[in-house]
């Protein structure tokens, strides 16, 4: 038994390749820095860079690791830096901690100036156990429907913090954020893909997912390869992998091709 999708230009080029020379990859979670918890043998914006291009992908939206937990007040700095240096390939998320309200507003009050380099914002509610609906997100979410800005947040089935059940609380609220669920609720892939069809400023997002077999059939099976991103948590994981694991999937190049650039190019569309 074959593993293999037949013929498929994008897995012929991949394997004969190692890359998808076809078809441009749009990187949605990523991430920079060091983290206490883990070596990377490539953390920083030079390193990700090479690795990035080694793999065709075009663009990579992260959120540096300093701002996602007790400094704040410096890691949106190193996140602008790189961006900067490397603008052809790199956006960043301004990251939001709710644990730490003077700095929400005084980062939110430069976003307008750091634009295009920020591409939107990112939530993290699990690791700073605060719900998406409790009122320390509100600024940030009216500040991104005011601007029509996209959210990449963390998600996990089962959270009281980001799990299905508190998403369908605050999205409807915010008609003009485009949500993007990280980690597909991590297991609960039809609750993923009901989120996604059900509301048109939802997408989901793939970390954690290219590799458990059927997943990403079953959610292009309920919402559609329209409404699904690619991303990897780059440094914690690796593009090719990542990659693989959605050529391996039992769908069709067309699917294909949304998943990896389609989708994420018109979500970027305003800053690129």
């Not at 043998?41 to 540096?64: G, I, Q, W, Y």
């Not at 914690?236 to 994420?264: K, M, P, T, Y």
Request: net charge negative.
């Amino acid at each position: 038994m074959s593993f293999i999708r037949q013929n498929s230009k994008l897995v012929d080029e991949f394997w004969e390749k190692g890359i998808v020379e076809s078809c441009p990859i749009y990187d949605m979670h990523g991430h920079m820095g060091e983290h206490y918890a883990i070596y990377f043998a490539a953390p920083n914006a030079d390193e990700m860079v090479t690795l990035m291009r080694r793999a065709n992908v075009a663009k990579l939206c992260f959120s540096h690791h300093f701002s996602l937990w007790a400094t704040p007040h410096v890691g949106q700095a190193p996140a602008l830096e790189a961006a900067k240096k490397y603008p052809d390939i790199l956006r960043f998320y301004c990251s939001i901690n709710p644990n730490y309200p003077d700095q929400i507003k005084k980062d939110l009050a430069k976003v307008g100036e750091w634009i295009p380099y920020c591409v939107g914002l990112k939530f993290l509610p699990d690791y700073h156990q605060k719900p998406v609906s409790d009122p320390a997100y509100k600024p940030a979410l009216e500040f991104a429907e005011a601007l029509h800005l996209p959210i990449l947040i963390h998600t996990w089935n089962g959270s009281p913090y980001d799990g299905p059940a508190v998403l369908r609380d605050v999205v409807p609220h915010y008609p003009h954020v485009t949500f993007m669920c990280a980690h597909c609720f991590n297991g609960n892939w039809t609750a993923a893909g009901e989120l996604a069809k059900d509301y048109p400023n939802v997408f989901i997002e793939l970390t954690s997912v290219p590799g458990t077999r059927g997943a990403i059939e079953k959610m292009v099976s309920i919402c559609g390869s329209e409404k699904i991103l690619y991303g990897t948590d780059m440094p914690w994981f690796d593009e090719h992998q990542g990659i693989g694991g959605v050529l391996a999937a039992d769908i069709s190049d067309d699917d294909i091709h949304n998943i990896l650039h389609r989708n994420a190019e018109k979500i970027l569309a305003p800053f690129l």
